[in-house]
């Protein structure tokens, strides 16, 4: 992409409103625009963004065995009075009506919806088991929308259900999700939690919130300080081994990791001193099983082997795509800009022609640009005829991986400067060489 044919409206000036770094930086670098309170535009780098993330999370859950669908964003009243939620969800649900003074409104979650789908079609205990998931924007009026898309009243949630014959077969499915979870956060460059939180009145073990650790969190979190070093699942993993998964599961639950309502002070107490973590934490996603809490009153039952119908067991899980992109840029910025992990990075590299308008100058630009793309690399090239000055700053403030610096006098002694913006590492190499370090 050519910067003087992109959209790319930088803000020099900080935004007064944001008050944490990863809003700060997604409004200066033109990222998203706020239409109305916590209802944001996508804006193309930070479209590129969070469409990266979300193909990350689809390979995992596509890995994992959940297969996408796409529900509506307006669901009917009726559906939600069928499992008594209308009336408990209260004033975080945005509630309208059609033209026909019917009850509608702007899906919040999809439980309900998901329920009466699988009431539709799945009969026999021979269709389970299955899970279900969408990428999808949710409404809910937050009280007190801030820190940008970090806490939005529209956002984008990854969304997946589990249905299940039994308890058992259940929790397996739990497992898979939890271990899908792992492996999708470490792919963006996070070191996610799972931290023990509340099941409400279901009870049980299985409600993990993944949390990832950082000053400006909203919620208080305890865990045991091993967690950071933890390995993640291979990408090999056998999604279809219930003892694999479980063995999975049992290491990355076997030390202390509590979110403040769960949270047990003796226990935390055991965890010698200097490897006990009390600290600010960001929910990225939440897994939860609950059992037939939606298919029993719904009515979403299946024969059993024995032909004995019984309600499915579900659980549900949700990530966060548009809230990890400010997520990521908390964990991954420095006094200059954003540093955007290899994986979700907008573009992988940064061409800055320091002359534009210089024959020498653009032809060199022009083959890398060509050269590049033909592989595949997604570049950003710099072809305005900003200051250099100018173009350094944009690049660090926007964060791209890589950054391919080119002017006359390198190319009088045949070089380019190659920098990496993670450790500002900067090298002059022969084109041949620095092309060789990207691709
Ligand atoms: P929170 O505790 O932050 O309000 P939640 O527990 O209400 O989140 P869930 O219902 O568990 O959220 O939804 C699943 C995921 O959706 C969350 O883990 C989070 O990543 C994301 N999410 C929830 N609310 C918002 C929001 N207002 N803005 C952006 N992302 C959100
Ligand atoms: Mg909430
Ligand atoms: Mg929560
Ligand atoms: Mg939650």
């Known amino acids: 992409m050519r910067l003087s044919r992109y959209f790319l409206p930088i803000l020099r000036e900080v935004p007064k409103e944001a008050e944490i770094i990863s809003h700060r930086l997604m409004l200066r670098t033109g ?12 804006l193309p780098l930070g479209k590129r963004v969070l ?136 792919r963006l460059g996070l070191k996610a939690i799972p931290m023990v939180a509340d099941t409400g009145p279901i009870g049980g073990n299985h409600s993990h919130e993944f949390i990832i650790l950082a000053s400006t969190g909203e919620s208080q979190v305890f865990c045991h300080a091993d967690y950071l070093a933890m390995d993640t699942p291979a990408a090999g993993v056998n999604f279809d081994d219930a003892e694999e998964l479980q063995s999975i599961v049992n290491r990355w639950t076997s030390l202390y990791a509590a979110t403040e309502e769960k949270h047990d002070e003796a226990a935390f107490g055991v965890i010698p001193e200097g490897e006990r973590l009390s600290a600010r934490g960001i929910e990225v996603g939440h897994i939860f099983y609950f059992g037939t809490k939606y298919s029993a009153p719904m009515g979403a039952k299946v024969t059993g082997p024995d032909g004995v119908d019984s309600p499915v067991h579900m659980g549900s899980y949700g990530i966060g795509p548009s809230r990890l992109v400010a997520a990521i840029i908390e964990a991954s910025h420095d006094e200059n800009g954003i540093i955007w992990p290899e994986a979700i990075a907008p573009f992988s590299v940064g061409l800055l022609n320091l002359k534009a308008g210089d024959a020498a100058t653009d032809a060199a630009c022009d083959s890398i640009y060509a050269t590049l793309t033909a592989k595949g690399v997604d570049v950003l090239y710099d072809d305005t005829d900003e200051r250099p000055g100018s173009k350094f700053a944009t690049a660090d403030l926007i964060g791209l991986p890589w950054q391919i610096i080119v002017g006359p006098k390198g190319l009088a002694a045949g070089t380019v400067e190659l920098k990496r913006r993670a450790d500002g590492a900067r090298e002059t190499l022969s084109l041949e060489s620095a092309l060789a370090r990207i691709v």
Not at 32 to 42: D, F, K, N
Not at 61 to 67: E, H, I, L
Not at 126 to 139: A, M, S, T, V
């Open 31 to 42: 990222m998203i625009r706020q239409e109305s309170a916590g209802i944001y535009a996508w």
């Open 51 to 186: 469409d990266k993330i979300c193909n990350i999370i689809r390979e995992e859950q596509n890995r994992a065995g959940a297969v996408e669908i796409l529900m509506p964003t307006i669901q009917s009243a009726d559906l939600w009075r069928e499992s008594g939620r209308y009336d408990d969800y209260g004033k975080e649900m945005l509630r309208i009506k059609d033209r026909h003074e019917r009850d509608m409104l702007f899906g919040p979650t999809n439980e309900e919806m998901l329920t009466e789908i699988v009431r539709a079609y799945v009969k026999s205990y021979k269709d389970l088991p299955l899970n279900l998931y969408h990428i999808q924007w949710k409404f809910r009026d937050e009280v007190r929308p801030r820190f940008g898309v970090m806490r939005s009243r529209e956002f984008l949630m990854k969304d997946a259900y589990s249905i299940d014959l039994d308890f058992e077969s259940a929790v397996t499915a739990y497992n898979r999700m939890f271990v899908a979870y792992l492996r999708t956060f470490a």
